[in-house]
C-alpha cells in the first residue's frame, strides 16, 4: 500500500490546473478596451441610474475599491436594475475591433497538456467575445463568469427609478463618517471576494493548492494568495505582496513557469514510452 501511494505521487504532476482572468490578462491594458469600458460604466450610471455627473468618478473610485467592481457597488448602495441590460450596455458597445488574434499565446497554451479555465467577473458574452477576438476560444475547458456565480435570476425592469429612492450616500460616508454608519452589503458575487472566489473554485473543481491564477488585478492576486493558490501577476513586473510572480506580460508565462513545460514533457515521456519511464521515476 506505501509502495501504491509512492508510485501515485510520483507520477502526480504538481499542478493540475491554470485559472486565468480575461480582461487586461490575456491583451494588454492599453488595448483600449479598459478605458472605454469605463466610460461605459460612467454613462450607464448618468443616463440609466440618473447619477449627477460630478459625482460619477468619486463614486466609481469608491465601488470599485470597496465592492470589486461598480456593479456590485451600485447594487450595495441600493440601485436595482437588470444585469443583463448593463452588461449589453457597458460591454455591448466596446471597440472589440482593437484585439486582433494572438498565435503565440494560443501555441503557448495549447502545448501544456493541463485544465486550463478562465475567471472573469465579466459576463458570458463579453468572454465568449473577446476569447473569440483573440483566437482562444479552443484553448480553455471553461469559463466561470458572472453568471456563474449570480446565477439567481435577476427579474428588474431594466431601470426602474423607484427603486432609488434610498440610496446610501458613498461619497459621504467617507468624507463626513458617522458613528456606527457601516457599508452595505452587495447581493453580487465577484473577485475579489474570497466566498466568491472559493465558491468558483468548488464550482470547477479546482483544488487551489495545485493551480495557478493570474490576473491583472493586485487585489484579486492577493485574494487568490490567501485561498490557498499559487498566483502570477500579470502586466507588471514588480512582484506585490501576494504574487507568487509577476510577468509584464502573459506572453512570458514560459520563461516564468518553466516546469509547466517540464512537467509536460515528462508526461509526454510516460505517455509514450510507458511502464518503463514509470519504474523509473518510482526509483528515482
Ligand atoms: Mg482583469
Not at 440601485?79 to 443583463?84: E, G, L, S
Not at 495549447?110 to 483566437?135: E, Q, S, Y
Not at 426602474?160 to 461619497?171: E, G, V, W
Not at 512582484?239 to 510572480?245: F, L, N, P, Q
Request: aromatic residues 8%.
Amino acid at each position: 500500500m506505501e509502495f501504491e501511494g509512492r508510485y501515485r505521487q510520483a507520477q502526480r504532476p504538481k499542478y493540475e490546473c491554470l485559472l486565468f482572468d480575461l480582461d487586461d490578462t490575456l491583451y494588454p491594458y492599453n488595448s483600449g478596451i479598459a478605458s472605454q469600458c469605463r466610460k461605459n460604466i460612467e454613462d450607464y450610471m448618468v443616463e440609466k441610474l440618473g447619477i449627477e455627473e460630478s459625482k460619477i468618478p468619486d463614486m466609481c473610485n469608491l465601488l470599485y475599491k470597496y465592492y470589486g467592481t461598480t456593479m456590485a457597488g451600485l447594487r450595495a448602495i441600493g440601485y436595482n436594475f437588470n444585469y443583463d441590460d448593463y452588461h449589453s450596455f457597458v460591454h455591448g458597445r466596446l471597440p472589440y475591433d482593437k484585439l486582433k488574434p494572438d498565435p503565440v499565446l494560443r501555441h503557448l497554451l495549447l502545448n501544456l497538456p493541463i485544465r486550463k479555465v478562465i475567471f472573469t467577473n465579466a459576463d458570458k458574452i463579453h468572454a465568449a467575445k473577446v476569447l473569440n477576438k483573440l483566437g482562444l476560444e479552443d484553448c480553455f475547458e471553461g469559463i466561470i463568469c458572472f453568471e456563474t456565480l449570480n446565477a439567481q435570476s435577476n427579474s428588474s425592469s431594466p431601470c426602474d427609478p423607484t427603486a432609488a429612492t434610498n440610496i446610501f450616500n458613498i461619497l459621504e460616508h467617507f468624507s463626513q463618517p458617522a458613528a456606527g454608519s457601516e457599508l452595505p452589503k452587495t447581493p453580487i458575487q465577484c473577485k475579489p471576494s474570497m466566498d466568491a472566489m472559493e465558491h468558483a473554485l468548488r464550482i470547477a473543481n479546482i483544488s487551489p493548492q495545485r493551480s495557478i491564477f493570474f490576473d491583472d488585478s493586485v487585489r484579486n492576486i492577493q485574494s487568490g494568495k490567501s485561498i490557498g493558490l499559487h498566483t502570477v501577476l500579470v502586466g507588471n513586473s514588480h512582484r506585490v505582496k501576494g504574487a507568487d510572480h509577476a510577468l509584464e506580460s502573459i506572453h512570458n508565462i514560459k520563461e516564468a513557469l518553466p516546469e509547466l513545460w517540464e512537467e509536460a514533457e515528462k508526461s509526454e515521456d510516460v505517455r509514450y514510452k510507458g511502464k518503463v519511464a514509470i519504474e523509473t521515476s518510482v526509483t528515482a
